[in-house]
């Protein structure tokens, strides 16, 4: 990806990385969690930052993965970004976001669950985000490189590999398919020319 190879060996990342910098981090937060609120106020607010995690995810692969620009900065930042796991989407090693992007953008989305929601509620709220980041990232991984079990795995699949090679611009939703139906851009279940 980059003519360096020092910064290239930066871009590429093992698919056990997410677990291993961020299931400390999500039970580090969900203990701390449960000393400063009730059991159910913990379970409730893990609950909402996962699913916060999954509106986010469907948000910034349609928005920020999937904006083109046409030349200059933008379509090499684009690139970089995304377009290189388009490019090559058989790479296990462009599966999963490298930590110099992840653990930064981790701690902004913390800082301002702390900001907004005060920092008992954060502990929580983030350990839910965290580990909707980490299922997304495991099965992104998955889809890619493995075959999820059952009919929900197959349809997982199916989906994504929609998004990839029949039209790009629907299926954001990698791990939580259901965004898709709520905003319109659930993947064409038809094959193209069966019109």
Known sequence: MFESRFLDRFSRVHPAVPVLLFGPAIALLLVESLKRLAALEALAAVAGGYLFWTL??????????????????GARLHWIIHGVHHDHPNDPRRLVMPPSVSVPVAGLFLLVFVLALGTSWALAVGAGFFAGYVAYDMTHFWLHHGRLPGRVGHLLHERHMRHHFQDHTRGFGVSAPYW????????????PGDD
């Open 180 to 191: 898709d139906l709520v905003f319109g851009t659930a993947p064409d279940r038809r094959v």
């Open 56 to 73: 986010v995810e469907y948000w910034m692969h349609r928005v920020v993965f999937h904006f083109e620009p046409e030349r200059g900065i």
